[in-house]
């Protein structure tokens, strides 16, 4: 279970990172999907990105879909955890909607690439949660990616070519998920969502839970 059951105290947590990078195809944005439909603990982080929005994205709910001069002036400006240029367009996680989830006990899930991973470990290493995921064979990668219809043979192409560079950066991951079954693989993230949660760092209110306890 995600959530503790009602007749338990509850002990105020700070929130953790999770963060789902993979090469494109791979699953990592269906699994995210599954976790935010079934865990009410759990938020998407939402990114600043320069690229143009796609059929449905909404400005605010998927991006914050800004320009090339805005990006640049908010990372000048530190208002970034993390930011990358992926393929030709720029995306960045805002600081402080980050930092205002956790300190309220929630946990933000990050979907981006090892650049940004390796920026988070670097800013806020004791929140981070990370989980690399692989496809079960390259064949399966490229066919997840023609059969979803969402870019062109030319941006396949570029896709799969960046695969294998992505994929050697699994070391650099604290779990590693091989991707073969959805449900099996979102069990998979939900089981490490539970243990990290139990930290004993993250409870920053197990101190006076348990002075109550005593009687202190």
Do not use: C
Request: glycine share 6%; no cysteine.
């Amino acid at each position: 279970m995600t959530i503790p059951p009602a007749n338990l105290p509850a002990v105020q947590r700070r929130g953790l990172m999770l963060v789902l990078s993979s090469p494109s195809g791979a699953g990592k944005t269906t699994i995210s999907r599954l976790l935010l439909e079934r865990d009410p603990n759990i938020v998407m982080s939402v990114s600043a990105t320069t690229r143009a929005p796609r059929p449905g994205e909404i400005d605010g709910r998927d991006y914050h879909f800004v320009g090339v001069e805005r990006f640049r002036t908010m990372e000048a400006a530190g208002e970034f955890l993390e930011h990358a240029r992926v393929f030709d367009n720029f995306y960045g996680t805002p600081r402080h909607a980050v930092e205002d989830a956790l300190t309220g006990g929630k946990d933000v899930l990050f979907d981006i690439d090892w650049q940004g991973t390796q920026q988070l470990a670097h800013n806020a290493r004791a929140d981070l949660v990370s989980v690399f995921i692989l496809p079960p064979s390259v064949g399966e990668l490229e066919r997840r990616l023609t059969t979803r219809a969402q870019d062109s043979t030319e941006v396949v192409a570029k896709r799969m070519a960046k695969a294998g560079d992505e994929m050697s950066h699994w070391r650099e991951y604290e779990y590693i998920l091989v991707n073969s079954d959805v449900e099996r693989s979102v069990a998979a993230v939900m089981a490490i969502l539970a243990a990290e949660r139990l930290k004993r760092d993250r409870q920053v209110g197990m101190h006076d839970f348990v002075s109550r306890l005593r009687g202190e």
